[in-house]
Structure formats: C-alpha cells, structure tokens
C-alpha cells in the first residue's frame, strides 16, 4: 500500500482520520466506556474492568492518548486516566458536523 498524501487534505481531515483509527479497536471502545462511566479518573482498574494483560492495557491507553482523547497524571507508581474533554469536544463535534451533512431526505441512492 502507498504512502498517504496527507498534504492532500485538510487538517480537521487528517486528525478525524487519524482519530478513527485509533477507535477502530473494541479495546479501545471499552476502554472509553470505562473511562465515561467512572466520570472520573481510573488508575489500573482497567485490568479488572476488561480483563485484557496490563501490556495490552498499556499499548491501547497508549494509543488513546497519542491522538489526545484521553490524559493521564502520574500518581505515585501508577497513571491515572481520563477522558480530555477539549479532544472530546473537538472528536464529537467533528463527527457530528461529517454525519449532519448527509440529508435524511436522500434516499433515493443506488
């Protein structure tokens, strides 16, 4: 597979692309679901949440975290995360702004 001409398209573009990438895993799902029904921070609840290995855990946060949906704060010997609701606020409104485009008068396709 080539190489992506990410200079081709807009920035909001690019970062909702790569922003639904990252979603692209259940894991990572469920960890949003943990992290929006605490409401608050979690520091390794994850583990017995979802029952995933601590690496595996580690790896998806890691993930999460590269594209800003969620920070984290050292406490201690642990990292406690929550969701970043400026990113959220930012993800959501992209999302919502590419699905509001489609008109629900248009049913006549294909």
């Not at 001409?5 to 895993?25: I, P, R």
């Not at 992290?35 to 790896?59: K, P, R, Y």
């Amino acid at each position: 597979m080539g190489i992506t001409k990410s200079n081709l398209f807009t920035e909001d573009q690019n970062q909702l692309a790569k922003v639904a990438k990252v979603l692209g895993h259940p894991a990572r799902i469920a960890i949003l679901d943990v992290l929006l029904t605490a409401e608050t921070c979690i520091c390794g609840d994850l583990v017995e949440e979802l029952g995933l290995a601590q690496a595996t855990i580690s790896q998806h946060l890691r993930e999460l975290k590269s594209v800003g949906i969620i920070q984290g704060n050292i406490e201690g010997k642990s990292v406690c995360y929550c969701i970043n609701p400026e990113q959220w606020q930012y993800i959501s409104h992209q999302f919502t702004k590419m699905f509001q485009r489609f008109p629900s008068s248009h049913s006549d396709c294909c």
